[in-house]
C-alpha cells in the first residue's frame, strides 16, 4: 500500500513540489497503477505462446539496382554550389 510519505520521499527524490491538498489523489493514482501491475503479474499465462503474437512476418523483396541521376542533374537546383558540392551557410 502506497502512504503519504512514500508520495513525499518519491517526490524529494524526483525534486518535484507536490502540494498537501494533492496527496491523496496522487496516492490513490499510483496505488491504481500498482493494482494494475500486480493484476497484470498474476495473470495465468501457461500455455499462452507470446512469440508472434500479431502474427505478422517480415516481407523481403530483391534489390534491384537501378541508375542514379547525374551530378549535374542533383546540383541544378542548388542555390549555391562549388565544384561538385552544396555550399551550405555556417550558422551562427
Known amino acids: 500500500m502506497i502512504t503519504k510519505e512514500d508520495i513525499e520521499n518519491i517526490a524529494l527524490l524526483s525534486k518535484l513540489f507536490v502540494p498537501e491538498e494533492e496527496l491523496d489523489a496522487l496516492r490513490e493514482d499510483m496505488q491504481g497503477i500498482i493494482d494494475f501491475a500486480d493484476t ?19 516481407q523481403f523483396r530483391e534489390d534491384v539496382v537501378v541508375e542514379s541521376l547525374s551530378v549535374e542533374e542533383i546540383l541544378k537546383n542548388a542555390p549555391d554550389q562549388a565544384q561538385d558540392h552544396f555550399l551550405v551557410r555556417k550558422r551562427a
Open 40 to 58: 497484470i503479474n498474476n495473470a495465468d499465462i501457461e500455455g499462452v505462446e507470446f512469440d508472434n503474437i500479431a502474427g505478422l512476418s517480415n
